[in-house]
């Protein structure tokens, strides 16, 4: 065995860490919509996002300026672990037969274990920076709790997290990696808030959702002047710290001489998308013949059977509203084991970039997600996580389509995170019991009127 040829990587040096963040609002054809008071029905004050968020948080949030400089503690903190490497799959490409290069941005070699503490860290330092004690977020299967919990340590700050009771409860491991750290971990729905006791009166094994944690996180932020909301993936301002992806790309790819034909990234509310994607985004507008792909899965269809309409960031109404592609905020995803895409929304911004007709999207029933994973974990070694796995099946699909036509395209993926902690759900998968957890007829729950949805808090 003297020639495996694995792998080609690209590493940048390990003081090339980005110094600013890419803003995409100012490239973009049309400005994205306002966010929604729902108290008032009117467009929210700067004073309403204040409230919420941090005050530098809020200030990004409607910025229009394409770069926004990163400040140097939290560079610092980015040297962790980035420059994250951009590896080619040779063995996978050999496997399947393409003629097709497969590369992807490998996001696991984070502390947490995924892309998420990109935007944590930058969260934790502006909350600190104002003044504030303590934040409070909600958390699906626990990887934007686990990162934010250690940026908190970082900064010095308390932590209150909401997780899904059905990850909570059976999916502990991040949990214990968030306590760890110091973080207080709360099952939602949880008896400690109105909302959370109220549906659990309605409802004793409501197994919970990202949209049933927010409302609980809101309403403690609510309850507390010091606290302040943290959010995983849907703000604008969080896809732009995550921009820092997709730079280090364009220079990886730069320096293996290659240009990019297909941009891949799984979505559960689209910050991975975004902050990897986003950075290519005027070169597509300019001509650049770049297919965008987000990969979801079939259970929480947003881009392929969502409505682009106003809907709510949360499960009460209580959030702020905002035009985005949705399934409905009281929508509750069937349990599948890639718990960071069961959202029923998706970040302002690449809804957008959907309806602008920028962004291709595929759904993939688990099993399909489940195989690829494996056969990428054969061919490369590396275990993905369930939610990365989406982006491995649809650039699988991709480079086999690229076969057929004798095309040498140059495929790159996001590797969100890894799946050191997903082991149960591989188990289940080399046992042949994973099942795909789909609704034969799936049927869209009927929107609640907006004027009343929040009407009963
Ligand atoms: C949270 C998460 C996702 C999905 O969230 P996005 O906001 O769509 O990026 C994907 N992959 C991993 C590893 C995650 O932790």
């Known amino acids: 065995m003297s020639n495996l040829n694995l792998v080609e990587r690209v590493d940048l040096p390990v003081d090339r860490i980005p110094e600013r963040w890419y803003n995409i609002v100012p490239d973009l054809p049309e400005l994205p919509e306002r966010y929604l008071d729902n108290a008032t029905g009117k467009p929210a004050t700067q004073e309403y996002l204040e409230r919420l968020l941090v005050k530098a948080m809020a200030a990004q949030e409607s910025s229009i300026e394409r770069w926004i400089t990163i ?75 686990s990162a934010l919990a250690l940026a908190c340590r970082l900064m010095g700050l ?14 502990p491991y991040r949990r214990y990696l968030m306590e760890t750290y110091g973080a207080e971990v709360r099952p939602s729905p949880s008896e400690t808030t109105r909302f959370g006791a109220d549906l659990l009166r309605r409802r004793p094994d409501h197994p919970g959702s990202e949209a049933t944690a927010v409302s609980e996180a809101l309403e403690c932020v609510y309850d507390n002047e010091d606290a302040r909301f ?107 084991h890639a718990g960071g895409l069961r959202y029923h929304g998706c970040a302002p911004l690449v809804g957008l970039i959907r309806r602008e007709g920028i962004l291709d999207a595929v759904a993939f029933a688990q099993t399909d997600v489940f195989r690829a994973a494996a056969l990428f974990a054969r061919c490369q070694g590396y275990l993905p996580a369930p939610e990365s796995a989406h982006a491995i099946k649809a650039a699988i699909d ?23 902690l997903d082991l149960e759900a591989y188990e289940r998968f080399n046992a042949g019991t994973l099942r795909d957890i789909e609704e034969e007829d799936f049927v869209l729950p009927v929107p609640a009127p907006l004027a009343s949805a929040g009407a009963g808090l």
């Open 71 to 145: 400040p140097e503690p939290v560079r610092e903190a980015y040297r962790l672990w980035r420059p994250t490497p951009l590896i080619r799959a040779v063995a996978l490409e050999r496997e399947l037969g393409t003629p097709a290069q497969i590369w992807f941005k490998y996001e696991g070699t984070s502390p947490s274990g995924s892309h998420k503490l990109n935007s944590a860290i930058a969260q934790a330092y502006y909350a600190k920076r104002d003044g504030h004690q303590k934040l409070i977020t909600d958390t699906g299967a626990g990887q934007w709790g």
């Open 158 to 171: 308390d932590l209150l997290v909401f997780m899904v009771r059905a990850s909570f409860h059976h999916k």
């Open 230 to 336: 943290a959010v995983g993936a849907f703000a604008n301002f969080c896809l732009l710290h995550h921009t820092i992806i997709g730079q280090e790309v364009r220079e990886q790819l730069a320096i293996a001489g290659r240009t990019p034909d297909y941009l891949i990234a799984p979505v559960g509310c689209g910050s991975n998308l975004g902050g990897f994607a986003f950075p290519f985004v005027h070169d597509k507008l300019d001509g650049a013949d770049i297919t965008i792909i987000a990969a979801e899965p079939e259970a929480c269809p947003t881009l392929t059977r969502g409505e682009f309409r106003l809907d709510f960031a949360d499960a009460s109404g209580r959030g702020p509203g905002v035009y985005t592609y949705t399934l409905g905020h009281d929508y509750v995803p069937p349990p599948i």
């Open 398 to 420: 991709v480079a086999l389509e690229c076969k057929r036509t004798g095309r040498a395209a140059t495929i790159v993926f996001n590797y969100s995170g890894h799946g050191l």
